[in-house]
């Protein structure tokens, strides 16, 4: 066994889960983190060599990492949400990606003084934004659900487009074809969108088939998705160069918008592995560089940068959104968030190297001026991003609304009492009569089932950032909370405590069932029987913290605290484990 390798390995890996981490607690953008570290291991230090790890594995592995990644991107979209946005999206693809490669071409020849050819190929590889950098993005900025959808969509679409015009253009250079480059480039992409379609609608509904006639079972069903994936991505790339990449967002897509078999585990195991390739592949890719890349770089770089910030995204956006019905606002914010991310690293890496190979020496620019530009419009939108969109009034509103699943009597109370002091609540539940009386009492009320597709597109959650789950159904309550978690996060996700069966001990319930539970672990026969014999939501001032025997001490032993509103009006949930904060006010449920 070679250790080295392993070594190799097992220092990648480490490397990626550092930078994650450290990224997740001092809230900087990952792929800062991950850029640093990978500049550290290998250019600086020589810790970590690439070459030495993988060899010849390294494209290949950079190749099928970022087809996973994309193919993640299009099981977050559906054709739901594509339909909502469509025309300012298809102008963005349309018109925007020609604008920007010309305009990014054209700086690079004057900016940089590079070849034609080589700049032609810069501009086509710098077009992509990607999900990988929009969607972490976006969760900070919080910008309204269009201006947002539209973003996540063009960044999924744009990224396997822009790998496939890199390719053509860098064939055109090969076969000596730049004075052919648009014709070619037209109808090598058509070509290749035709094909991406077919193939990743063949390969979704080849899945979803074996699904439906149950020749799948449930542990298999990761097991076969991702292979599924990279077998779509190979065939489309044996008949048309990196065509692949569309087809897996394709398949990504089609999965999502199927409404015959549930995808969540797919999507779920996906996510994981999308986390672990973005870490490896940042850091593969930034350990492969020399210093002398980026100190041979002109000031020109600099200024091409900017140029690609502050020039060519807002013509691109302007020009893509003319007559589009897209608000003024929403065009200032599109045309101020276009960070690169994996695919522009991973393209640039590939054609650098056989650019050189063919007698291109200016085509040892291409790498580091690319992750140059990574670097810094991530981190411009990033820091930029969040004032703009609160400037702009873009933002939502305040996240401190909750959704509350269920609309039995206790419910409703709780929901009015958060809805008179001031916080949105939106409550759900499938009984119409139930609607009917929350809405009376004056609570965002809709009828309907919490996971159903639907309901879940139409449901308006601006300013909403916590789920609670207060049905007598312990497994609906378990299931939303898991989905809900993925949206606000699982510290703002509460469910009532599974109501006690005979000779059932709670140690005995999985654990996921008893993770954050509401009211003190009051089940939802205790909060029934109470409300019903007349107790109601009380509020009371906290002058300063108080434990929670001081509390029971105060109210009595069968009080239940509920919800802590503090003098900022900052919400939080009461718990078991933590005082009861104060100075504020307390939601309580007195005996």
């Not at 020496?361 to 991530?378: D, G, H, K, R, Y």
């Amino acid at each position: 066994m070679d250790h080295g390798i392993v070594n190799g390995i097992v220092t990648l890996v480490a490397l990626g889960a550092v930078a994650q981490w450290v990224a997740w607690r001092w809230r900087i953008p990952s792929i800062l983190v991950l850029l640093t570290l990978g500049f550290l291991a290998g250019p600086v230090t020589g810790l970590f060599r690439p070459e030495e790890v993988l060899g010849d594995l390294t494209f290949p592995f950079v190749s099928l990492a970022a087809a996973v990644v994309l193919f993640e991107g299009g099981l977050s979209a559906s054709l739901d949400e594509i339909r909502g946005v469509a025309k300012p999206v298809r102008r963005l693809i349309i018109i925007g990606i020609p604008v920007t490669w010309s305009a990014l071409s054209a700086a690079a020849f004057y900016l940089l003084n590079l070849k034609i050819e080589v700049a032609l190929l810069l501009g086509a590889i710098l077009v992509v934004t990607g999900p990988t950098v929009i969607g972490p993005l976006l969760r900070h900025a919080r910008p309204k659900a269009r201006v947002a959808s539209i973003l996540k969509l063009e960044g999924i679409l744009n990224d396997p487009i822009g790998a496939i015009l890199a390719v053509l253009v860098f064939q055109g250079i090969k076969a000596e074809e730049v004075d052919r480059a648009f014709s070619v480039v037209s109808l090598g992409i058509f070509k290749a969108a035709v094909l991406s379609v077919a193939v990743g609608l063949l390969a979704a509904f080849l899945f979803v088939k074996l699904r439906e006639r149950d020749l799948l079972p449930e542990f298999l069903h990761n097991a076969v998705v991702l292979p599924a994936a990279l077998a779509a991505y190979a065939v489309a790339n044996q008949i048309q160069a990196e065509s692949g990449l569309l087809a897996v967002t394709v398949m990504g897509v089609a999965l999502a918008s199927q409404k015959r078999v549930s995808i969540e585990q797919s999507v779920e195991f996906t996510e994981h592995a999308r986390v672990l390739l973005i870490s490896a592949l940042f850091i593969l890719l930034t350990a492969r560089m020399e210093l002398s890349d980026f100190t041979g770089l002109s000031s020109g770089a600099l200024l091409f940068v900017a140029f690609a910030i502050l020039i060519a995204r807002p013509l691109s956006v302007w020009l893509s959104t003319i007559r589009s019905g897209l608000p003024l606002k929403d065009r200032i914010l599109v045309s101020a968030v276009a960070p690169r991310g994996v695919v522009a690293a991973a393209v640039s890496s590939v054609f650098a190297l056989e650019l050189v190979e063919s007698g291109y020496e200016e085509a040892t620019a291409i790498m580091p001026v690319t992750f140059l530009v990574i670097a810094v419009t991530v981190l411009v939108y990033g820091l930029g991003a969040s004032p703009l969109v609160r400037r702009l009034g873009l933002g939502q509103d305040s996240v401190q609304g909750i959704l509350i699943l269920g609309a039995d009597r206790f419910a409703r109370l709780l929901g009015q009492a958060l809805t008179q002091k001031g916080f949105r609540t939106i409550v759900v539940d499938s009984d119409r009569a139930k609607v009917e009386s929350a809405r009376a009492m004056g609570i965002e009320a809709e009828r309907g089932s919490i996971l159903h597709r639907p309901l879940l597109r139409r449901l308006d959650l601006d300013g909403v950032g916590r789920f609670l789950a207060l049905t007598p159904n312990d497994e609906l309550n378990t299931l939303a909370a898991r989905h809900f978690a993925k949206m606000f996060g699982e510290s703002n996700v509460y469910q009532l405590e599974p109501s006690p069966e005979p000779g059932r001990s709670p140690e005995e319930y999985p654990t996921e069932l008893l993770s954050n539970t509401f009211a003190l672990g009051a089940s939802h026969d205790t909060l029934a029987s109470l409300t019903k014999s007349g107790a109601a939501i009380t509020t009371i001032a906290i002058e300063e913290s108080l434990s929670l025997e001081e509390f029971h001490e105060r109210l009595g032993v069968d009080a239940i605290p509920l919800v802590e509103i503090d003098e900022n009006g900052n919400m939080s949930f009461a718990r078991e484990d933590q005082p009861i904060r104060g100075p504020g006010e307390l939601l309580c449920l007195p005996p």
